[in-house]
């Protein structure tokens, strides 16, 4: 079994790296299956080494967030924004199930880095509430999230839990630059769009391992 969930990996990790290469082409159903293929084979990766299920939960949102991303439009935006704030929701609770609290405010830097994901988090969404328009609340729910899923990853002893949670929350920040502060003539934006899966896909595949690795 170990052996057929190596190849998953792999595979998924193959996928990966080759969207890169697909990225920048317009919206379609290949485009679609290979922005999904990946993370939905982690799913299956952390599925088949016994992960816990908000792990494998979690994975699977995420996947059901590409699939909405891979579209453009405000019916999209808005199930890709559901589909990740419940795959947030579902990797605090993880956090919170195989962490312990008294390591987030036994050690200066893991306080620290809780502070600062707060920090970040109201600066985001003060600096994209009024671009945001009638989606603003929306953005505020979703960084509460996701602040929310750092600060509980830090619960967790492996720095690389909150390495993965670190690198979600830039991801995420950045997306939302994109949508809401840069036009699509923007000369950062295909900058930004290359940035948003790196450190998503990145963030993705460590949590996946770091997770396994600590809960087997």
């Known amino acids: 079994m170990e052996i057929f969930a190596t190849i998953v990996l792999a595979l ?13 082409k317009p919206a379609s159903p290949r485009r679609a299956l290979w922005k999904t293929l990946p993370v939905s084979l ?4 952390a599925l088949l080494m016994e992960a816990p299920d908000l792990m494998v939960l979690g994975l699977a949102l995420s996947a059901l967030g590409d699939a909405f991303l891979a579209y453009e ?8 924004l559901s589909s990740f704030l419940l795959a947030h ?37 003060a600096y994209l509430w009024r671009p945001a328009g009638r989606l603003a609340p929306a953005v505020l729910a979703y960084a509460t999230a996701i602040a929310a899923m750092a600060i509980l990853s830090l619960s967790v002893p492996p720095i690389a839990v909150f390495v993965g ?7 995420d920040a950045v997306l ?5 502060r840069m036009e699509k003539s923007h000369p950062m ?28």
């Open 176 to 180: 939302a630059v994109e949508t809401f």
């Open 89 to 125: 929701i579902a990797y605090g609770a993880l956090f919170y199930e195989i962490g312990d609290l008294r390591i987030l405010t036994g050690e200066a830097w893991r306080l620290s880095a809780a502070g600062l994901s707060v920090a970040l988090a109201v600066l985001l969404v």
């Open 165 to 171: 949670a670190a690198l979600f929350l830039s991801s």
């Open 73 to 80: 439009g405000e019916k999209n935006f808005m199930g890709g």
């Open 42 to 45: 982690l799913a299956l990766y």
């Open 189 to 216: 934006r295909r900058l930004a769009a290359l940035y948003v899966w790196a450190s998503y896909f990145a963030a993705q595949v460590v949590l996946t391992l770091a997770v396994v690795a600590f809960a087997s």
């Open 12 to 24: 998924a990790v193959l996928i990966g790296l080759s969207y890169f290469a697909i990225l920048p």
